[in-house]
């Protein structure tokens, strides 16, 4: 395991400086641990806290994926976090949010590694394998937004001995394609401001003013996938990111499909799926 006196600590101060002002981190709170930076925030959110609230942990023993999956996360080498938003827009239009945090996510891993590509609907991947997760969590009132909870984990300096034996091949970190250690104070910075904008967009033009940065980003636009919403499993050529987020396949029969939630794996036509 890395030795944790090597690694720069997570500057919550810088940070704060850094985002006086801004809509998206102007409050910050920091906790050495927490079971799941969603739940708190989810908590503060419920208490009424303000639009861009910021919850960041050195680490999580409940670190969350979606559908009651885990989130791997070690003390002191990565960031987790979550940000409260307040759109005033109807519950069917967030789903997007999870892509427009994706972009944020995607563009500032590619200021250390042009590698990183977005993986509908909420990862981003380094040469197929998974650097970050987003998980979005909302409350919706009489059919309208009341809150979002954004939550990000991106592995920055973990290292193989962080992950349990059956993420060690379909996990990396930051550090892992730099060879060195990444500044995470640095890397939050960047992300906020990376996310303040485009939400800002998101906001003001909706989400297809993002869409083509998303196409441009997704690792997925020309492959053979298989999707799984939960209830069917759909197979097809990617042709890319429908108006409301939504990904478009094209099945075997030539038809058009969009499936808006799910997961997928990325089909080697000769061997089948090979990634989740
Ligand atoms: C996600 O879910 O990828 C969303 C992860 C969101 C984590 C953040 S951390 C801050 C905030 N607070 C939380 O509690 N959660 C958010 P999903 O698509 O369901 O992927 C989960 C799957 O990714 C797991 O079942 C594992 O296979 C894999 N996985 C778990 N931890 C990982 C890690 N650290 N790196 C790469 N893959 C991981």
Redesign the pocket.
């Known amino acids: 395991m890395t030795s944790d006196t090597s690694l720069p600590p997570l500057s919550i101060e810088t940070l704060h400086d850094a985002r006086a002002g801004a809509r998206i981190g102007c409050t910050l709170h920091y906790f050495d641990s927490v079971d799941?930076?969603?739940t708190v925030a989810h908590r503060l959110a419920t208490d009424g806290a303000a639009e861009g609230t910021v919850v960041i942990a050195d680490s999580?023993t409940k670190?969350?994926?979606?559908?009651g999956?885990?989130?791997?996360?070690p003390p002191r080498r990565n960031l987790?976090?979550?940000v409260i938003l307040r759109p005033a827009i109807v519950a069917g239009a967030a789903p997007p949010l999870s892509l427009v945090a994706g972009v944020a996510v995607a563009e500032t891993i590619r200021d250390w590694t042009p590698r990183a590509v977005l993986k509908w609907p909420?990862?981003v991947l380094i040469d197929r394998r998974?650097v970050s997760?987003?998980?979005t969590e909302m409350e919706a009132d009489d059919g309208w937004v009341r809150f979002v909870i954004v939550?990000?984990?991106v592995?920055i300096n973990s290292t193989a001995d962080d992950f349990p034996a059956e993420?060690r091949d379909?996990?990396v970190s930051l550090r892992d394609i730099v060879g060195a250690p990444v500044d995470r104070t640095a890397f939050a910075e960047s992300l906020l401001s990376r996310l303040e904008q485009r939400y800002d967009q998101f906001l003001h033009g909706g989400f297809v003013i993002i869409r083509p940065v998303c196409e441009r980003l997704s690792g997925l636009t020309g492959q053979h996938v298989q999707v799984d919403d939960g209830a069917h499993r759909y197979a097809g050529l990617v042709t890319g990111i429908a108006a409301n987020g939504s990904l478009c396949l094209r099945d075997a029969t030539g038809r058009d499909i969009e499936v808006l939630v799910g997961d997928v794996s990325i089909i080697n036509t000769s061997e089948g799926p090979t990634e989740r």
């Open positions: 799941s930076t969603n999580q670190g969350r994926g979606r559908l999956r885990s989130w791997v996360s987790y976090m979550s909420n990862d998974k997760g987003v998980l939550g990000i984990g592995n993420l379909t996990a």
